[in-house]
């Protein structure tokens, strides 16, 4: 099959066309400097040409609430545009754990607003909510950082490796489209306070960290349901451990 994978050039996006191609499928890993601009329109029909299927897991060049709305929502209609005149069958795309429950949140608002547009677009489809990336343990630490603090809530947090996240969209890309919303998680439930302990410990970080529950979490605040999965949510296998420990060895 004939596979775009919009962002194909990211973190998830990178993983997902190799892991797509190995297993036969011709894949086109689609991004501005591959010369698909999803926001202007650039270079999208022809993509879309003889394709069946279309992976989104792309994200906003920033996360200022404006930008990051306008980015979603016209990303997503460009693409939905292209592939009803195409005839693409199926439309997957890559959503946040909680993005419902946080309304106070630009990005996550944005994350809904993309979500409605595939809801509504005719195009069969498959929303794939995942829980956060380990990888992202730096960049919480980083948003949460106050001179020398990290200040961090005790809620909590199922994170999940990136690797597992790109297993389960495939699965979801190559299978029948679910018309609804897909959960998927790590293993292991825990604070996130110790989440981002346990990683500024493996890299001997020297700031201080601090259980704030006032902190917010990329300008919203958080509750124990915030961010995790519910009861039917398909878990991953890598430990947190396990994974900062691989990193460690490869380093």
């Known amino acids: 099959m004939k596979i775009v994978v919009i962002g194909g ?4 996006g990178s993983k997902l066309v190799n892991k797509l191609r190995q ?18 329109g650039e270079g999208l029909n022809e993509a879309m040409k003889g394709t069946e299927i279309v992976v989104d897991v792309s994200n906003s060049p920033s996360f200022e609430d404006k930008a990051v709305m306008e980015f979603f929502r016209r990303s997503t ?9 195409n005839g693409v069958k199926h439309h997957v795309a ?10 106070n949140s630009g990005y996550l608002r944005a994350k809904v607003a993309q ?21 992202f343990a730096d960049r919480i630490a980083k948003d949460a950082t106050i001179r020398n603090e ?5 809620v909590a947090f199922q994170p999940i490796a990136s690797d597992e996240v790109v297993t389960a969209l495939t699965d979801v890309a190559i299978g029948n489209p679910v ?5 998927i998680g790590g293993p292991v439930r825990m604070p996130m306070y110790e989440f981002i302990r346990y990683y500024l410990d493996t890299i001997e970080d020297s700031r201080q960290l601090i259980m704030d529950e006032q902190a917010r979490y990329f300008g919203t605040e958080l509750n124990d349901d915030s961010l995790v999965p519910g009861d039917k949510a398909r878990l991953g296998k890598i430990k947190y451990e396990e994974f900062l420990g691989k990193q460690l060895m490869q380093a």
Do not use: M, W
């Open 179 to 183: 018309n609804g919303i897909i959960e």
């Open 9 to 12: 050039t990211g973190l998830i």
């Open 94 to 103: 890559l959503s946040i754990v909680g993005a419902d429950r946080l309304p």
């Open 150 to 154: 990290v200040h961090i809530p005790s």
């Open 77 to 85: 209609f460009n693409q939905l545009t292209a592939e009803t005149y």
């Open 115 to 135: 979500e409605d547009l595939i809801k509504y677009s005719g195009i069969n489809y498959s929303i794939v909510r995942s829980t956060q990336f380990f990888e």
């Open 23 to 40: 297993l036969g499928h011709t894949v086109i890993a689609a991004s501005p400097e591959s010369g698909v601009n999803t926001i202007t």
